[in-house]
């Protein structure tokens, strides 16, 4: 009997609890975690979304890793909120190709009220073609974030990026408050959470586990919890980060997983420098869900048949939206996978 596989869903994580988590040897961790992600989930499966930008660059904020801030010069083109049709097509694209998550993100600090009526002609589009609908737009309101909610947003991005102790030398713009808070609207308007973090910004082992302690201590646990790899992009100040030893990173996603064991663990950002070796231990630690398309926000992605051939290695089968899980309705959406065609359209506006 493994002791921290029966662990529940808990709350009240302390640092020396999870930095214990940590230091596991390696082999104890991962069946750990293994054990934990069998008991919540069908280990098989990967939940499946597509990410567009429909604003891209100039933002406000300095977050240091990011090349889409307007402090830092990286050559990125800027592109203006792209126009409701585009989106509706490009979510009609990912439809077709087997995405069940439509993911939308904006470079705001936070949404304008002039944007605002465009942005939930989005939601209510994307989710009239049957898709489930996420938005990262930066700081919420709380009326902002109920006008999402009843356009039918279902989950709201907006990530804590890293401990707070080691957050201000990140960002100096946002606060990690401000970012509590908008996680709060989210959830007091009914919507999911994605949230989750940066791995390899120079933090210490402490700050990795204060980050998961901020996000399994919250009144609920996230339904996505991305974990990203620093994408060290030249002009950003991040660009000569030490890279992260990739068993730390598997670590990180087999802790997530221990710590919301019923939360989705996205393998994000990044996952173009993971080998297939090393993406089929991620989901051996837990990670169960990716981004699917050539590019994510402003970084590559690999090539989705690229994903589909190593699901069929390993076995894998993209998990299908909840409302939809009958047989045929799979089936259909494993085909659209085996013969998705290009994905031009989920490029980069920028690029
Ligand atoms: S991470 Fe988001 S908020 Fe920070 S600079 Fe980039 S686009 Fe702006």
């Given at each position: 009997m493994n002791a921290t596989a029966s662990i529940a869903t808990r709350h009240d994580w302390s640092l020396a609890e999870v930095k214990a988590l940590f230091e596991q040897p390696f082999n104890d961790l991962l069946f750990n975690a293994q054990t934990v992600h069998r008991a919540h989930f069908d280990q098989n499966r990967v939940q499946v979304s597509t990410l567009l930008s429909i604003k891209t660059g100039a933002c406000p904020e300095d977050c240091k890793y990011c090349p889409q801030s307007g402090h830092y010069n990286t050559?990125?083109?800027?592109?203006?909120?792209?126009?409701v049709q585009k989106v509706l097509q490009a979510a009609a694209d990912a439809k077709?190709?087997?995405?069940?998550?439509?993911?939308?993100?904006?470079?705001?600090?936070?949404?304008?009220?002039?944007?605002?009526?465009?942005?939930?002609?989005?939601?209510?589009?994307?989710?009239?073609?049957?898709?489930?609908?996420?938005?990262?737009?930066?700081?919420?309101?709380?009326?902002?974030?109920?006008?999402?909610?009843?356009?039918?947003?279902?989950?709201?991005?907006?990530?804590?990026?890293?401990?707070?102790?080691?957050?201000?030398?990140?960002?100096t713009t946002r606060t990690y408050a401000d970012?509590?808070?908008?996680?709060?609207?989210?959830?007091?308007?009914?919507?999911?959470?994605?949230?989750?973090?940066?791995l390899g910004l120079g933090e210490s082992l402490d700050d990795r586990a204060g980050l998961l302690i901020q996000l399994a201590n919250l009144p609920e646990h996230p339904e996505s919890v991305p974990i990203n790899m620093l994408v060290k992009v030249k002009g950003t100040p991040l660009e000569n980060e030490k890279d992260v030893d990739p068993f730390d990173f598997i670590r990180t996603l087999a802790v997530a997983r221990i710590m919301m064991p019923k939360s989705h663990v996205r393998l994000s950002a990044g996952r173009e420098a993971m080998n297939d070796q090393m993406q089929a231990l991620a989901f051996f630690a837990g990670a169960n869900s990716i981004f699917y398309g050539e590019k994510l926000l402003t970084t590559v992605n690999p090539q989705a048949n690229k994903d589909m051939e190593l699901f069929a290695r390993l076995g894998i089968k993209p998990e299908a939206r909840e409302e939809h899980a009958d047989e045929v309705h799979q089936a259909a959406i494993e085909q659209a996978l085996v013969e998705q065609k290009s994905s031009e359209q989920f490029y980069n506006a920028a690029v």
């Open positions: 050559g990125l083109e800027k592109e203006k909120l792209l126009e077709a190709i087997g995405s069940t998550r439509f993911c939308m993100g904006a470079a705001w600090k936070h949404p304008s009220a002039k944007d605002m009526p465009y942005v939930l002609e989005m939601v209510k589009g994307v989710k009239a073609l049957g898709l489930e609908t996420c938005m990262t737009l930066g700081k919420l309101d709380k009326e902002q974030t109920q006008s999402l909610a009843e356009a039918g947003l279902d989950y709201y991005n907006h990530n804590l990026d890293t401990s707070p102790e080691f957050y201000g030398n990140i960002i970012r509590l808070e908008t996680l709060a609207h989210v959830r007091d308007a009914g919507m999911k959470i994605c949230s989750g973090g940066i």
